[in-house]
């Protein structure tokens, strides 16, 4: 596996798959690589003859510093886990690489990035959908792979491919949840056990199918949920998003459809 950090070393490290003409699958992450990450990359490693792994904490994405400063970060536990994945390329880029002095274009998703995450956090999906465009333009993947688990984002990604005209595929991945049922998520590791206990009422409740039924386990559990409801997202789907002590959390289950 190469690592590299620079856009002018990625360009370099793909350049013979380019000129091969070799299809290149992309997996975006923000690193804090779990069992939920690797399922991306081995669902890439399967499709396609180039697997890229970017890990990069995109500040655009955050609107609370403070969430920034305290986002997981281990590179080299990373490296390690997305060689064994069968990653070729590893691109670690910093922030001014990717958005450098002077750096002033945005992509402004609208439609699948109203409300839900884009109320809660706004300009989260502007930072989303120009990271990923920006992935997009440097890596020329012929698929990009994303988690069900943020399933508003992949509507989002879905949407700014089909408006933009963009030559790639968005293939998704179920999410990965530990046995306990818990989504596995980078933010995972700032639950205290008495948290993670009381985290496990978010899966519970998506697991009734129904919000009133949800709000009820949650509020048992003391957690008033930022939105819980059925949201279209590729089907009837209930999401939920709330925060854990410091830790704020989504997850998602889909519906099925009553025929
Ligand atoms: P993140 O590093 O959290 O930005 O996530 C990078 C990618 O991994 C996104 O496409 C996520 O949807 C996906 N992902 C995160 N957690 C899970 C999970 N538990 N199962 C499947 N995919 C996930």
Not at 130 to 145: E, G, I, M
Not at 184 to 207: G, K, M
Request: charged share 25%; glycine share 6%.
């Amino acid at each position: 596996m190469k690592r590299v950090q620079t856009i002018a070393e990625l360009r370099r490290a793909l350049e013979p798959a380019r000129l091969e003409g070799m299809s290149v699958g992309l997996v975006p992450t923000m690193g804090a690589l779990h069992a939920g990450h690797v399922a991306l990359l081995q669902a890439a490693r399967a499709e396609n003859d180039v697997v890229v792994a970017t890990v990069f904490v995109n500040p655009a994405q955050f609107s609370e510093t403070s969430d920034l400063a305290a986002y997981p970060r281990d590179l080299e536990a990373d490296a390690r886990a997305a060689e064994a994945a069968g990653t070729d390329v590893l691109f670690a880029p910093d922030a001014a690489e990717l958005y450098p002095p002077g750096f002033a274009t945005w992509i402004e998703p609208k439609g699948a990035a109203e409300g839900l995450e884009g109320t809660q956090r706004p300009g989260h999906f502007r930072g989303v959908a120009t990271v990923c465009v920006k992935l997009f333009s440097l890596v020329h993947p012929a698929r990009a792979y994303f988690g069900r688990k943020d399933a508003q984002q992949v509507a989002v990604v879905r949407q700014v491919v089909r408006d933009l005209n963009l030559e790639l595929e968005i293939r998704t991945v179920e999410t990965v949840r530990d046995p306990d049922g818990l989504a596995l998520s980078s933010r995972n590791v700032r639950l205290s056990p008495a948290e993670r206990t009381v985290a496990l009422a978010i899966p519970r409740a998506l697991a009734t199918g129904d919000p009133a039924a949800g709000r009820a386990v949650l509020r048992d559990a003391g957690i008033e949920p930022e939105y819980l409801e059925v949201a279209d997202l590729d089907g009837p789907t209930l999401v939920v998003a709330a925060q854990v002590g410091a830790t704020r959390l989504i997850d998602n289950t889909p519906l099925r459809r009553i025929v």
